[in-house]
């Protein structure tokens, strides 16, 4: 029985599959993969999963992240983004007591866990101010690349408005002003930071790990690390963590 696992980003969806001897690690874009990969039979909507070329006939299927409050698959389960991350970053990582900071591509989490368990958690998905949708929209006004964007921890402008809709006025004020633009990328990334550190610090954390796309950024990384007082450790698969976690999950509960 082949087990698939499935994190549907908002950018990304991430797919992990597993037979019980070979992991299959594939990302789509998200656009694409509504636009090729669903069935729609009136009002039922299910995953078409044979473009992994693997015989998925019976599969499980279990699903979690921002897409499942979208549509609901009528192949699929779901779990919560919070309980898929717990159980990747558990898994990952080893550690029963440690915070998560989980930073997607429209939203951030952060989940603390105590002795093996989720013991509380912190979203914001109502604001983009610290997710990577803050770091993309923000290289394309300073005409930079996001990976640019996301090594720059010099200099750090500071940045007052950290709306990711009215930073835009803020950002060309400066680059009006000649300020470099680098020292603005690394006012973006510290912004970023100051949004998600007070709800990993007041879990007074003795470990901190990171999950999510933009967590592979090392200036996010940093200002996390300085603002925190705790290194900030990235998970050694960021992106697929929340797949990871499903997988896990099964494997645990059928």
Same mark, same amino acid.
Do not use: W
């Given at each position: 029985?082949?087990?698939?696992?499935?994190?549907?980003?908002? =950018?990304?969806?991430?797919?992990?599959?597993?037979?019980?001897?070979?992991?299959?690690?594939?990302?789509?874009?998200?656009?694409?993969?509504?636009?090729?990969?669903?069935?729609?039979?009136?009002?039922?909507?299910?995953i078409?999963?044979?473009?992994?070329?693997?015989?998925?006939?019976?599969?499980?299927i279990?699903?979690?992240?921002?897409? =499942?409050?979208?549509?609901?698959?009528?192949?699929?389960?779901?779990?919560?983004?919070?309980?898929?991350?717990?159980? $990747?970053?558990?898994?990952?990582?080893?550690?029963?007591?440690?915070?998560?900071?989980?930073?997607?591509?429209?939203?951030?989490?952060?989940?603390?866990?105590?002795? $093996?368990?989720?013991?509380?958690?912190?979203?914001n998905?109502?604001?983009?101010?610290?997710?990577?949708?803050?770091?993309e929209?923000?290289?394309?006004?300073m005409?930079?690349?996001?990976e640019?964007?996301?090594?720059?921890?010099?200099?750090?402008?500071?940045?007052?408005?950290?709306?990711?809709?009215?930073?835009?006025?803020?950002?060309?004020?400066?680059?009006?002003?000649?300020?470099?633009?680098?020292?603005?990328?690394?006012?973006?990334?510290?912004?970023?930071? =100051?949004?998600?550190?007070?709800?990993?610090?007041?879990?007074?954390?003795?470990?901190?790990?990171?999950?999510?796309?933009?967590?592979?950024?090392?200036?996010?990384?940093?200002?996390?690390?300085e603002?925190?007082?705790?290194?900030?450790?990235?998970?050694?698969?960021?992106?697929?963590?929340?797949?990871?976690?499903?997988?896990?999950?099964?494997?645990?509960?059928?």
């Amino acid at each position: 029985m082949i087990n698939i696992a499935i994190d549907l980003g908002s =950018r990304f969806i991430k797919i992990l599959a597993f037979d019980g001897d070979t992991e299959i690690f594939r990302l789509e874009d998200t656009i694409g993969f509504y636009k090729k990969h669903l069935k729609r039979d009136g009002n039922n909507v299910a995953i078409d999963l044979d473009f992994l070329d693997i015989n998925t006939e019976n599969a499980h299927i279990l699903t979690t992240g921002y897409g =499942r409050n979208l549509l609901n698959f009528t192949n699929s389960r779901f779990i919560s983004e919070i309980k898929a991350h717990f159980y $990747g970053a558990k898994y990952q990582s080893g550690e029963n007591d440690f915070v998560l900071a989980d930073i997607g591509g429209q939203d951030s989490k952060v989940i603390q866990v105590t002795d $093996g368990y989720i013991n509380d958690f912190t979203m914001n998905d109502k604001c983009a101010a610290s997710t990577g949708r803050f770091i993309e929209h923000a290289a394309e006004i300073m005409g930079i690349t996001r990976e640019e964007t996301a090594d720059a921890t010099d200099s750090p402008v500071h940045l007052t408005d950290t709306c990711a809709v009215f930073c835009e006025s803020e950002l060309i004020g400066h680059i009006a002003r000649g300020v470099p633009i680098l020292h603005l990328a690394a006012g973006v990334n510290l912004s970023i930071a =100051r949004k998600i550190s007070p709800a990993i610090k007041k879990y007074n954390p003795k470990r901190v790990f990171t999950s999510g796309g933009t967590s592979s950024s090392s200036a996010l990384i940093h200002f996390l690390s300085e603002l925190t007082g705790i290194k900030a450790e990235p998970l050694k698969n960021v992106q697929f963590n929340g797949a990871i976690g499903c997988m896990e999950y099964m494997k645990k509960n059928g």
